[in-house]
């Protein structure tokens, strides 16, 4: 990397840093001369303290652990079945057909209203969160593995059959290549709705993970631990976006980047 | 030999049907580089489409050596396509390789013969490159070389070097007279660009305006090795264009006029 470019990166992290600090010190003061009510908000320093004990104590990590098994499984399960129904949907017209407008209708159900159904039909345990992620998965990925299956350029479905290729080849080298191409886009939203279904399955009924962590601040009447909670929250969202946006970029690598 | 007896396409549209070739017959002789001129719209993307078994047959019968092209894309058949037809998530050597994966050689082979065939149309050193890393020309380049490295006996071309400005097109004309001169497949160009379509042929067939007949067909006598900037300048050239835009122009005049009293 040019040294120009490593100068511009730098400006920019510190010029993020400075943003954060500058919000967390407002709020700092804002709570020390009594502008804002630290009963509400708490306050960065007690913040700090909170997060902190959690992971030095090691209480948080079961609950990260928590989070990550429901969404983890949810988005395998989520996305195997959405390439799953997504193919057969593609090559059977027929099925599509017969099924489309219950596949729209359930996916512009929102899935909030369906989570204490999963609770009461499934429990209080993993599997209501893994439903729930599976609910918010299964359709993105369904909808670009059809898309992307459907949208293949004839031109270059024509030019793999005329060199001699079979079914079997065009799947191999045109139409799955394409399709991955459309799961790959919408796979980063995936991470982001795994966690939300995740995080709603746990604040409707449950008994760990960061949703947990939050609802049970609520109940308490703690904001600290409320926003504390949602501190985790944001950092480990975060993380997992930062680790796909790489691995996002290097999958992609034959595609034109813009100008 | 390509044989293309009587053949018919109709296409059925909201607009009731549309015929877009009409009892069309022609033949291309084995080892011959043959062009089809004829205003746009004439249908001959179609008759091409339908002689690589893309396309089905609405009447008439097409024969590859002395097989009927039915229900299929016959063996043995190179095509070359207007638009790219790379694909993007391959390398130039692995779209070069592919028919040769497809048929299952061997992956050093595979790999040996790819190399060769990029150097072979200039484009040593771009092995790992992606198409959208490659200009319209070096596409191009690599469309041929995947077309020619399993070695079809027939070989159309449906006007592959349109999208290519003026000084590229000539390269890759020589090129591809060069290629062919070694391989003598037999070739069916497809062109709207008469002096091209002489420059390359040894024998030319007008169509009609659409839908498409055949005109008149004329044989191109001028000597090979040809360069296709310099062949321009010989005398028969200029007969030959002359006698030939006659029949052509009518038929452009008439497709310009439909398509613009639409």
Known sequence: ?259 | MITVERVTRTFGTPAGDFTAVREVSFRVAAGRFVSLVGPSGCGKTTLLGMIAGLVPVSEGRILLGDRAVIGGVPPDIGYLFQRDALLPWKTALQNVALPLTIRGRPVAETRARATEWLRRVGLAGFESYYPHQLSGGMRKRVSLATTLIYGPSVLLMDEPFSALDVQTRNLMENELLELWAETRNTVLFITHDLEEAIALSDEVIVLTAGPGRVKASYPIPLPRPRNVVEIRFHAEFTRLYEQIWKDLRDEVQQSYARATSR
């Open chain 1, 1 to 259: 990397m040019p040294a120009r470019r490593v100068a511009d990166r730098l400006r920019l992290a510190a010029g993020r840093i400075t943003v954060l600090v500058a919000i967390a010190a407002a709020w700092e003061a804002g709570t020390r001369i009594g502008v804002i009510d630290p009963y509400f908000v708490s306050r960065p320093t007690k913040l700090a303290v909170t997060v902190g004990g959690w992971f030095a104590g090691g209480f948080i990590y079961p609950h990260i652990w928590a989070t990550v098994q429901e969404a983890v499984i949810g988005l395998a399960v989520g996305i195997a079945g959405g390439v799953l129904i997504g193919m057969l949907f593609a090559f059977f017209p027929f099925l599509s057909a017969l099924f489309h407008p219950l596949m729209v209708v359930f996916n512009a159900t929102p899935r909030i209203a369906l989570a204490p159904l999963f609770i009461v039909w499934l429990g209080i345990g993993l599997a209501s969160k893994v439903a729930m992620v599976v609910s918010l998965v299964f359709f993105i990925i369904f909808f670009s593995t059809y898309a992307g299956l459907r949208d293949v350029d004839v031109n270059l479905i024509n030019h793999v059959r005329v060199m001699g290729g079979t079914r079997r080849d065009l799947m191999r080298h045109v139409l799955l290549p394409s399709a991955l191409t459309w799961i790959f886009a919408s796979l980063r939203a995936c991470v982001g709705f795994a966690v939300i279904g995740a995080i709603i399955g746990e604040y409707l009924g449950a008994d760990r993970g960061i949703g947990w962590i939050v609802q049970y601040g609520e109940s308490m009447f703690d904001s600290n631990m409320v926003i504390a909670g949602l501190l985790v929250l944001m950092a480990f969202v975060a993380t997992l976006d930062g680790s796909l946006g790489w691995l996002e970029s290097r999958f992609s690598h034959w595609k034109q980047k813009p100008l």
